[in-house]
Nanobody, 122 residues
Framework: QVQLVESGGGLVQAGGSLRLSCAASGRTFSSYAMGWFRQAPGKEREFVAA????????YYADSVKGRFTISRDNAKNTVYLQMNSLKPEDTAVYYCAARPFAVVQTTSYNYWGQGTQVTVSS
């Protein structure tokens, strides 16, 4: 069982930056691939970024590539999403998620956080 708690969301102007954090409970954090997803009103939840268990491989949606960076600190049981050059279309609730072993870029993750709101004003 893994419990995930996101933080760091908020209101930012277009072009600004935010850093999301996701703290995980449990002693086996390094056994899980971690992902960030987002869901805007009236839209389906979509993949944003993912990182493998060691942190050595990262994956991004085309819409955020070059602007967002995912990273993890296994000693702190935390995964991060650094978001730069934010756009109004990045506005959504952002969720972190965990799944054992391999990264996937779908919503097939076993554990989910409660989400944190990111709002980008134009």
């Amino acid at each position: 069982q893994v419990q995930l708690v996101e933080s760091g969301g908020g209101l930012v102007q277009a072009g600004g930056s935010l850093r999301l954090s996701c703290a995980a409970s449990g002693r086996t954090f390094s056994s899980y691939a971690m992902g960030w997803f987002r869901q805007a009103p009236g839209k389906e939840r979509e993949f944003v970024a993912a990182v493998n268990r060691s942190g050595g491989s990262t994956y991004y949606a085309d819409s955020v590539k070059g602007r967002f960076t995912i990273s993890r600190d296994n000693a702190k049981n935390t995964v991060y999403l650094q978001m730069n050059s934010l756009k109004p279309e990045d506005t959504a609730v952002y969720y972190c998620a965990a799944r054992p072993f391999a990264v996937v870029q779908t919503t097939s993750y076993n554990y989910w956080g409660q989400g944190t709101q990111v709002t980008v004003s134009s």
